[in-house]
């Protein structure tokens, strides 16, 4: 069974930081590409980074200089360091990987910026 577990979400004030960590089960977590996405209220889900299994990176446009994502395969886990944090950065975010025929979703964790 696959589980996705995100923590270190919080409050935080514009220009702060907050770091985001998602714990794997379930998987063969050093063979698999994983990522992060948020989605804001009204809007659609929307990808923030991937990282794959041998530590290529990509980045949406809006994050790219201020997130950071990365992985520990001994500890089956993966990280986004995220500065600069903006209000538009507001949304719950989620831990994701794909695993057979399927997508796998953390719970998700919620950012809030104020400004």
């Known amino acids: 069974q696959v589980q996705l577990v995100e923590s270190g979400g919080g409050l935080v004030q514009a220009g702060g930081s907050l770091r985001l960590s998602c714990v794997a089960s379930?998987?063969?977590?050093?063979?698999?590409?994983m990522g992060w996405y948020r989605q804001a209220p009204g809007k659609q889900r929307e990808l923030v980074a991937v990282i794959t299994s041998s530590g290529r990176t990509n980045y949406a446009d809006s994050v790219k200089g201020r997130f950071t994502i990365s992985r520990d395969n001994a500890r089956n886990a993966v990280s986004l360091q995220m500065n600069s944090l903006k209000p538009e950065d507001t949304a719950v975010y989620y831990c994701?990987?794909?695993?057979?025929?399927?997508?796998?979703w953390g719970q998700g964790t919620q950012v809030t910026v104020s400004s």
């Open positions: 994701s990987t794909h695993w057979g025929p399927e997508d796998y």
């Open positions: 379930g998987i063969i977590f050093d063979i698999n590409a």
